[in-house]
């Protein structure tokens, strides 16, 4: 059974480990002479694209989170409003769609009931649907107009690590060939973001080397109940998904919350040794970020920083500091995400569950 797991102790962590393969694997073909192309994935005329008006991101789980920080880096590159949707909210909320609104819908399993069913409303709405999906041939596959496969391999851990950090990858690609069709960014411009993009196997690969740390501070965690997870613009997207990995596995309760709002109330629960994780890793948000890190240290607040390497501010304010590698701001998410994935894998590890299945959930949620 350990061979299946490539010699690790559970799927997770293997998975944890591949996410450099998988993002190498999901760039590979769809970038050409230093530019994203995804025409193979994507039938539309340039005409068709740049007559898109809104974009919508429909998904559940991991993968709505995934759709969080497209909203970010879309409206970012391409300049074209971009909403999020949980798809269980969204077939219920009469969205407004049009043939010119480009649906994409995420999801790793492509057969998630909520997510499919979002999908036929978009494609009954005349509007074209987009597809990102770990699974070829699936149902949401099938039924989308154009399909992008992220190359993450089969997942089989529960909690969602390597499809995630695909899915972002195809977002970015997305992202930049919109932009490109539609002008919105100079092709040197594209090109720069294309170079830093496939630096991110790399940069992934050094940032797995804080495992040691890593499981350390893990330990310290696994002995609380609650936890708070703050950042601001893309950290506050991926601040989301850490807090999910932490709660799904460990039964920690967790929160992520956006810095600035914290003051509107969840500071009132920020009391003596209780644990904030803290990601400071948008170069724009950074001053914002250390008084808000400030507000909690002052409340007595056991702060665990995210910062970029270099950072010389967190190392002064925080118990503890963890960093990654530089990027791009706005491609942080692929490499941020990783220690909080470790984190919460080690935590529950440290608490003896079951990392792989944890209590009442399902890989692939096949009903409403
Ligand atoms: C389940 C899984 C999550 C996943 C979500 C969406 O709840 O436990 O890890 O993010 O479904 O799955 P999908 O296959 O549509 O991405």
């Given at each position: 059974?350990?061979?299946?797991?490539?010699g690790?102790?559970?799927f997770?962590?293997?998975?944890?480990?591949?996410?450099?393969?998988a993002?190498?694997?999901t760039?590979?073909?769809?970038?050409?002479?230093?530019q994203a192309d995804?025409s193979?994935?994507i039938?539309?005329?340039?005409?068709?694209?740049?007559?898109?008006?809104?974009?919508?991101?429909?998904a559940?789980?991991?993968?709505?989170?995934a759709?969080?920080?497209?909203?970010?880096?879309i409206?970012?590159l391409?300049?074209?409003?971009?909403?999020?949707?949980?798809a269980?909210?969204?077939?219920?909320?009469n969205?407004i769609l049009?043939?010119?609104?480009?649906?994409?819908?995420?999801s790793?399993?492509?057969e998630?009931?909520d997510?499919l069913?979002?999908?036929?409303?978009?494609?009954?709405?005349?509007?074209r649907?987009?597809?990102i999906?770990n699974?070829?041939?699936?149902?949401?596959?099938?039924?989308?107009?154009d399909?992008?496969?992220?190359?993450a391999g089969?997942?089989?851990?529960?909690?969602?690590?390597?499809?995630?950090?695909?899915?972002?990858?195809?977002i970015?690609?997305?992202?930049?060939?919109?932009a490109?069709?539609?002008?919105?960014?100079?092709?040197a411009?594209?090109?720069e973001?294309?170079?830093?993009?496939?630096?991110?196997?790399?940069?992934?690969?050094?940032?797995?080397e804080?495992?040691?740390?890593?499981?350390?501070?893990?330990?310290?965690?696994?002995k609380?109940?609650?936890?708070?997870?703050i950042?601001?613009?893309?950290?506050?997207?991926?601040?989301?998904?850490?807090s999910l990995?932490?709660k799904e596995?460990?039964?920690?309760?967790?929160?992520a919350?956006?810095?600035?709002?914290?003051?509107?109330?969840?500071?009132?629960?920020?009391?003596?040794?209780?644990?904030v994780?803290?990601?400071?890793?948008?170069?724009s948000l950074?001053?914002?970020?250390?008084?808000?890190?400030?507000?909690?240290?002052?409340?007595?607040?056991q702060?665990?920083?995210?910062?970029?390497?270099?950072?010389?501010?967190?190392h002064k304010?925080?118990?503890?500091?963890?960093?990654?590698?530089?990027?791009?701001?706005?491609l942080t998410p692929?490499?941020t995400?990783?220690?909080?994935?470790?984190?919460?894998y080690?935590?529950?590890v440290?608490?003896?569950?079951?990392?792989?299945?944890?209590?009442?959930?399902?890989k692939?949620?096949?009903v409403?």
């Amino acid at each position: 059974v350990k061979a299946e797991k490539g010699g690790y102790d559970h799927f997770m962590l293997k998975e944890i480990h591949e996410q450099p393969r998988a993002i190498r694997d999901t760039l590979t073909g769809r970038v050409k002479g230093g530019q994203a192309d995804l025409s193979r994935e994507i039938a539309l005329s340039p005409e068709e694209i740049r007559e898109i008006e809104r974009i919508h991101f429909v998904a559940c789980g991991t993968a709505y989170h995934a759709g969080l920080v497209g909203k970010y880096v879309i409206e970012e590159l391409v300049r074209i409003p971009v909403e999020v949707d949980v798809a269980s909210e969204y077939r219920y909320r009469n969205p407004i769609l049009t043939p010119r609104t480009l649906v994409v819908v995420v999801s790793q399993s492509g057969e998630t009931a909520d997510t499919l069913a979002a999908l036929r409303e978009a494609k009954k709405a005349g509007s074209r649907v987009l597809a990102i999906t770990n699974v070829v041939g699936s149902t949401v596959a099938r039924e989308a107009d154009d399909v992008f496969i992220t190359q993450a391999g089969p997942e089989i851990a529960v909690a969602s690590t390597k499809a995630y950090t695909s899915q972002l990858i195809a977002i970015y690609l997305l992202g930049l060939y919109l932009a490109r069709i539609r002008r919105t960014r100079s092709e040197a411009e594209l090109a720069e973001v294309v170079k830093h993009l496939e630096e991110l196997p790399e940069l992934a690969e050094r940032t797995l080397e804080m495992e040691d740390t890593i499981r350390r501070l893990a330990a310290e965690i696994a002995k609380k109940e609650d936890l708070f997870y703050i950042g601001r613009g893309l950290d506050y997207a991926v601040s989301l998904e850490g807090s999910l990995k932490l709660k799904e596995i460990t039964y920690i309760h967790s929160e992520a919350y956006t810095a600035g709002e914290l003051k509107h109330g969840t500071l009132a629960l920020i009391e003596e040794g209780v644990p904030v994780i803290a990601l400071a890793t948008q170069t724009s948000l950074y001053d914002k970020m250390v008084s808000n890190i400030e507000e909690v240290k002052a409340r007595g607040a056991q702060v665990l920083g995210l910062a970029l390497e270099g950072d010389a501010e967190l190392h002064k304010l925080a118990d503890e500091v963890l960093t990654i590698p530089r990027t791009l701001s706005f491609l942080t998410p692929v490499l941020t995400v990783i220690p909080l994935q470790l984190l919460a894998y080690h935590a529950c590890v440290a608490r003896g569950y079951d990392v792989d299945k944890p209590r009442n959930l399902a890989k692939s949620v096949t009903v409403e």
